[in-house]
């Protein structure tokens, strides 16, 4: 029971250090001109694919509205994936002592081999242009960002 105990503290502790220093970074934007953006939308050790993806889109809707137009069309679009690693050293240690007869004491302990703990952070990179309703009536594949928001908002945002 104690080794099950110890080795969960250390998983727990790596996981918590790889969480520090991987924190999600949530939507990062560029305006390159009037009206094309780039949004970089990177998300932690928990954040899913799908998520990474549904945070890009809507952060394209708000960017679209907030400039003023009403729809916006997907110039390109680039997923990334990095992988975290962290190793855990091999160690020995003591898990329990206890009272033996007449006064005596025993110990056990257990070598732990090392370990090297993987976590995946998902990103994606896409690059819009922004829309009158005019133009979306012409253009393939144009999302309304009235729409985005109002749909995909409340799961990705919890408003």
Not at 7 to 22: E, F, N, P, S, T
Not at 40 to 55: F, I, L, P, R
Request: with cysteine; charged share 15%.
């Amino acid at each position: 029971m104690y080794v099950r105990a110890g080795a969960a503290v250390v998983v727990a502790l790596a996981l918590a250090a790889i969480g520090c220093a991987a924190q999600s970074e949530g939507p990062r934007w560029t305006r390159i001109d009037q009206r094309t953006f780039r949004v970089s939308y990177h998300g932690d050790k928990w954040t899913s694919e799908d998520a990474v993806a549904n945070g890009a889109l809507l952060r394209c809707a708000e960017l679209t509205l907030w400039a003023g137009y009403s729809h916006f069309v997907v110039i390109s679009e680039r997923a990334r994936s990095h992988v975290d690693t962290v190793q855990l050293t091999p160690d020995t240690y003591r898990s329990h002592t206890q009272a033996g007869f007449l006064g005596g004491y025993s110990a056990a302990g257990e070598y732990r081999p090392g370990a090297q703990i993987h976590v995946t952070r998902h990103g994606a990179v896409v690059m819009f242009r922004a829309l009158t309703p005019e133009e979306a009536a012409a253009a393939p594949g144009a999302y309304s960002a009235h729409e985005i928001v109002q749909y995909l908002g409340p799961h990705v945002r919890g408003y």
